[in-house]
């Protein structure tokens, strides 16, 4: 018998199993992702195997976004490297992009923004923009500041000064 998978293994053999499931990348519940992976023959290490995938696949940002609402979708693109964004450049155009798409609470969630912008046709740099997003929202305690009171990664956008 297989040995229980964990951490990036784990993410890998839900992405493999995702992509050809999920053609149109609505997105699964952990609880429906979990049983497929178990109906596949596959073992999840730990006494949790929800928590154990949750835990792989938002350690996986390259493969899985987390779309809110506890449903995860694969990512199948390759981004092309040469002028992606990031860093206080990427702020630059962080900034313009959620004032205007959150102007009514200041409030947004980076995963959903950045999903957004990606899908806008920003370029971000690497291949898990995830980190590169928080990073350029860390790096810019001017224009954003986080905003656990909705959740985690949540952030809100200030006034310019």
Do not use: C
Not at 29 to 51: C, F, H, K, Q, T
Request: proline share 6%.
């Amino acid at each position: 018998m297989a040995e229980p998978l964990s951490g990036a293994k784990l993410a890998e053999a839900a992405h493999l199993m995702a992509v050809h499931k999920d053609r149109y990348r609505s997105g699964s519940e952990i609880v429906d992702l979990v049983r497929d992976l178990e109906r596949s023959g596959i073992r999840i290490a730990g006494d949790d195997p929800s928590m154990t995938l949750r835990s792989a696949l938002n350690a996986d940002q390259t493969h899985w976004v987390n779309r809110g609402a506890g449903i995860w979708s694969p990512i199948d693109e390759i981004r092309p490297i040469g002028t992606e964004l990031s860093g206080r450049a990427l702020s630059d155009v962080i900034y313009p992009f959620v004032r205007e798409k959150y102007a009514a609470d200041r409030v947004f969630h980076y995963e959903l923004a950045k999903e957004a912008m990606l899908r806008s046709g920003v370029r971000i740099k690497g291949r898990a923009t995830g980190p590169t997003m928080r990073a350029a929202l860390v790096g810019s305690p001017d224009r954003f500041e986080p905003y656990p009171a909705r959740g985690r990664g949540f952030w809100r956008w200030k006034d310019a000064e």
